[in-house]
């Protein structure tokens, strides 16, 4: 435990404290002290253990990142009053705030065998004096197994929905995503827009060059849609050369805006190591969300348009 800042922790003008908790065998001593009499807790075992303990049981029931914060927010206030938690896992582009921010703050960053799980700080109106702190600290201890395994189970999920060849989100992915959004669109009424983009006579580069050649242009394509679509926006790779992007609350004359840039970036040629430069086009379907509107309806009616934009001569768009 860093201690470096215990002359601050026992002033009364206290407003921020931060440290660093590391763990190599963090559960160990909880285990060793349990097993000794089976359900009863052995005399070894602290009030502070015993309560570090019941957090980390409560930890034990989700593997969804959010949901065990939420859950540590609520055990840990029982203890210690705090107004606001947030977590953040800079590398990994995570920020997770509960509550409201509050002028006091307690922050630790969290390093387990040498790899750093991110950072936690709650806040209170109220200072955090060296009792409060010190039993922080002691709670973290049951938070760091969970966490760390909620970590890893976010990464196995999100690497199961990435293209390996593009990074960009899958054809599963986007099955989970959209139906999400769906739901949610049409639980607050709000537009939500579909675009099924696929690549004029790509086909003809795979044919004459190779698919390796065709991947780095894939790549290439990958990268310009990434640039042209918005921070809000989700780029799937839906299958071959053909793409989607999903649209959350968004309705169909915002969408083309997107959709114009979309067509703009393609033009540009494409150029790979030894075979010079590729003029490329795409054609683009655009659906916005209906009523009765399903996942699958909805990329239906994307399709369609798409295909009414590849039989015009392709280059262009078409909207359902």
Request: net charge negative; with cysteine; aromatic share 6%.
């Amino acid at each position: 435990m860093d201690t470096s800042n215990q002359s601050l922790m026992r002033s009364q003008k206290l407003r921020t404290h931060s440290g660093t908790l590391m763990v190599s065998d963090g559960a160990s001593v909880l285990t060793d002290a349990v097993s000794d009499n089976g359900d009863d807790l052995s005399p070894k075992l602290t009030p502070s253990m015993v309560r570090t303990l019941r957090v980390s049981t409560a930890l034990q029931t989700t593997l969804d990142l959010e949901q065990i914060l939420q859950l540590f927010s609520q055990e840990v206030s029982a203890y210690v009053y705090h107004e606001s938690l947030v977590y953040e896992k800079a590398d990994a582009g995570i920020l997770l705030e509960f509550g409201t921010p509050a002028a006091n703050s307690c922050q630790y960053e969290l390093v387990v065998s040498g790899n750093n799980i991110g950072s936690i700080t709650i806040t209170r109106q109220r200072v955090f004096d060296e009792d409060a702190i010190k039993e922080f600290e002691t709670l973290l201890c049951g938070l760091i197994y969970p966490l760390l395994n909620a970590i890893l189970y976010r990464d196995a999920v999100e690497s199961a929905h990435r293209d390996p060849l593009t990074q960009v989100l899958n054809r599963s992915a986007l099955l989970t995503y959209a139906v999400r959004e769906i739901d949610l669109a049409k639980r607050q009424d709000l537009p939500l827009s579909l675009l099924l983009i696929d690549l004029d006579n790509f086909k003809s580069i795979n044919d004459r060059y190779g698919h390796a050649v065709g991947d780095t242009v894939i790549q290439h394509v990958s990268n310009r849609f990434m640039a042209c679509i918005r921070k809000s926006d989700l780029l799937f790779r839906y299958g071959g050369d053909e793409f989607t992007v999903l649209m959350s609350s968004t309705d169909t004359q915002q969408a083309l805006k997107v959709v114009n840039r979309l067509l703009r970036c393609i033009r540009e040629p494409v150029s790979t190591n030894g075979h010079g430069w590729f003029k490329l086009s795409s054609s683009i379907g655009v659906a916005g969300l209906r009523p009765e509107d399903n996942y699958s309806t909805l990329v239906k009616r994307a399709d369609g348009a798409m295909y009414q934009a590849k039989t015009s001569g392709g280059n262009t768009f078409r909207v359902a």
